[in-house]
């Protein structure tokens, strides 16, 4: 399907033509998102009212049929401008409030997000989470004026996170992400967005929409997609996310399947581009960054060791398919080694993940069970990361991530030699 | 004695020459199919195993597992090879039975008819047994690595009953599909698989009473089923 047959419901079509263009368009993806999604809607539209005054501008909500009145909070919610000392807006906010078709999930809300953007001529445009509890005006600013005023393509989030927070990403998609494409985005599935209307339209193009990017992993689509293809990205500060949990019932097993699946997607799709990239360059992070203290976080190392020890006499076989021979003789030692002494180190960690990233590539058993085997060693790394950073700060342990980050830098010429050579 | 020479000697000898004689074009036809259908065989056969390679069925086989459970067998050949080798015995097979109805014997042809008219039960016998074989293996995979993340002690236990389980149910349907006494494996299946259901239900109801509480629970009051450790937010 091409951009020009995304479909708009006609109530959209009629609205889109009313509007005509815009300067500045902020996405909402939401699904029964009653709770939190006023307070997003008023963060935007003071946002866009405070920081974009003089620029035409548009809210699109794109729900995916909610049956808790998402809709009409969005339609009901507005923002007090006298109080926030926001003198009136010269133009006025158009809110467009549509379904969106397609297969259930994120991704297929964004693509209605994209189309209304490509059809309005969008110069900048944001996609933030329906969820969010702690998004402020100024979130609207710092993704979209790098797009509007800098000739950014891509602004990826950066958040003030515990240093247990978004341990997927720390241990595996950061460092993964840094090593392969060579830009240090810290947050590359920071689920909150500012792009271009010329990337949106780039987006549109691709022949995704069907696939599991629709459902889930348009996060790491979008980032990777963005640096693939050599658009100007840069980061904005955006201080501390909290938002509602997500899918209680989603498992970790399920959660790495979909990331990481998504990743080697990615790099099976792009390895003519990642196959030449050494080392990493710093990204220009736009904001005013702080530091203060965040949520605690509890975190049970014990459970996590007898996870990654029963993998280690259950999976063993398993494993010894999907990685390399020494990678499972460095992990056999760690089968009753002390408790303190339990350690997965930064080398190793990253041969077992371009392991696992070959094996996928070549297939050597069904890719579902590969990366949910995958699991008990995700938390023997993450294990590791919890003893290693036990006293330090949330600043200090951005250190030890650092040193992965090199490590799996070190190691691409490993991953580029298995990548290409034949099953073994 | 001229007519004792006729009727004693040569009546016989023309008899048997002229049997001997009607015998002996249906006797060259069968030499003719079975030297023809050797060498059919051959050629099939090698096409075959050729062909499989090229297309990458022992890759595919290998993803499977099917390679490596050869290998348990004390199978040294790969799969495409032991295709190859089928394909060349069935042809060799069809060959000696179109060569015995050549004979025209009467025994022989219904014992062809019969074997061809067996023929395709044995054919959709061998395919479940293969395709239960790929379950089990797959379907035991699966059940192991969710036994560990569930952090199920038992786990290789668990997996190995889904595998025998699988593997059982598929030589019973074979068993089933190739006649053999049909009452008694569908009776010894029925009562095996009953039985097993209920040892693990009654297994499951004394020694996990606590663990069914606890998920039976989780599910009706919807609490997280994430089996993260703690409250580590992994993304």
């Known amino acids: 399907m091409t951009a020009a047959e995304t479909p708009l419901t006609p109530e959209t079509e009629a609205k889109v033509q009313e509007i005509g ?8 993806p939401s699904y029964n998102n009653t709770d939190t999604i006023g307070h997003v809607v008023r963060a935007v539209s003071a946002g866009l009212a405070k920081y974009f005054a003089r620029s035409r501008v548009v809210l699109v909500n794109s729900d995916g049929g909610s049956s808790d009145g998402t809709p009409e909070a969005v339609s009901r919610a507005v923002v007090d401008l006298g109080t926030l000392l926001i003198s009136e807006q010269q133009s006025p906010l158009h809110k467009i409030i549509t379904p969106y078709h397609g297969i259930p999930g994120k991704g297929s809300a964004f693509r209605t997000i994209f189309e209304i953007a490509r059809r309005l001529k969008a110069k900048a445009c944001a996609v933030v989470d329906s969820d969010l509890r702690s ?8 993704l979209a004026r790098p797009v509007l005023e800098e000739g950014y393509d891509y602004v990826a989030p950066y958040y003030l996170r515990h240093k247990y927070d978004g341990t997927i990403t720390n241990s595996i998609v950061y460092p993964l992400t840094r090593a392969l494409y060579g830009q240090r985005i810290r947050q590359p599935i920071g689920g909150d967005f500012g792009f271009s209307g010329r990337l949106a339209e780039h987006y549109l193009e691709k022949h995704v929409w069907e696939s599991d990017v629709a459902r889930f992993g348009i996060d790491i689509w979008m980032t990777t997609e963005a640096i693939a293809n050599g658009a100007r990205v840069c980061q904005s500060f955006l201080g501390a996310k909290i938002h509602n949990p997500k899918d209680p019932t989603a498992d970790l097993s399920a959660m790495l399947v979909q990331v990481m699946g998504a990743v080697f997607a990615l790099m099976e799709e792009h390895q003519p581009v990642w196959g030449g990239v050494k080392g990493s360059n710093p990204v220009k992070l736009f904001g005013f960054q702080y530091d203060v203290g965040v949520e605690p976080v509890n975190v049970n190392v014990d459970r996590m ?6 993998g280690l006499a259950d999976l063993e076989p398993i494993w010894r398919e999907m990685l390399a021979p020494g990678t499972v003789e460095g992990l056999l ?7 303190q002494a339990f350690r997965i180190p930064d080398g190793l960690w990253a041969r077992l993940v371009y392991d696992v990233a070959v094996s996928y590539h070549h297939r050597v058993m069904p890719r579902e069970h590969l990366l949910k085997a995958f699991t008990p060693l995700y938390l023997g790394r993450t294990a590791t990361f919890v003893l290693e950073t036990q006293g330090l700060t949330s600043s200090e342990a951005e250190g030890r991530i650092e040193s992965l980050c090199q490590a799996f830098e070190d190691r691409k010429p490993y991953l580029v030699e298995r990548w290409g050579a034949g099953r073994e | 004695m001229k007519e004792f020479w006729e009727k004693a000697l040569l009546g016989p000898l023309e008899t048997l020459s002229r049997s001997v004689l009607s015998v002996l074009p249906n006797v060259l036809a069968m030499s003719i199919i079975l030297l023809v259908g050797l060498a059919a065989a051959w050629s099939i056969g090698l096409v075959v195993e050729r062909l499989l390679r090229v297309i990458g069925l022992d890759h595919l086989t290998n993803r499977l597992g099917v390679n490596a ?9 790969d799969p495409s090879h032991l295709l190859g080798r089928t394909v060349y015995w069935l042809v060799v097979a069809f060959a000696v039975l179109a060569g015995l109805g050549a004979l025209n014997l009467q025994p022989l042809n219904q014992f062809a008819q019969s074997f061809l008219a067996y023929l395709p039960r044995l ?5 479940i047994l293969v395709a239960g074989y790929l379950l089990s293996n797959f379907v035991s995979q699966a059940v192991l690595i969710a036994a560990v993340n569930a952090g199920i002690p ?10 025998w389980g699988v593997q059982l149910v598929a030589v019973a349907m074979a068993l089933e599909q190739l006649s053999i ?8 299946f029925g009562i095996m698989f009953g039985g097993i259901v209920m040892a693990a239900a009654i297994a499951f109801g004394l020694g996990a009473k606590d663990l069914a509480k606890e998920f039976l629970e989780q599910r009706l009051s919807n609490k997280s089923r994430d089996r993260a450790p703690d409250d580590l937010r992994h993304l």
Do not use: H, M, Y
């Open chain 2, 154 to 163: 038992p786990a290789r236990l668990v997996a190995a009953c889904s595998r």
């Open chain 2, 69 to 77: 459970a050869l290998t348990r067998g004390g199978v040294k050949a």
């Open chain 1, 21 to 28: 263009e815009t300067d500045v368009l902020v996405g909402i």
């Open chain 1, 333 to 339: 030692p760690l089968k009753d080694c002390p408790l």
């Open chain 2, 123 to 127: 054919f959709t016998a061998t395919l």
């Open chain 1, 305 to 310: 060791i007898s996870s990654f020890r029963q």
């Open chain 2, 181 to 188: 006494a049909q009452n008694i494996v569908v009776v010894g």
């Open chain 1, 135 to 142: 998004i402020t005006p100024e979130w609207i600013e710092l």
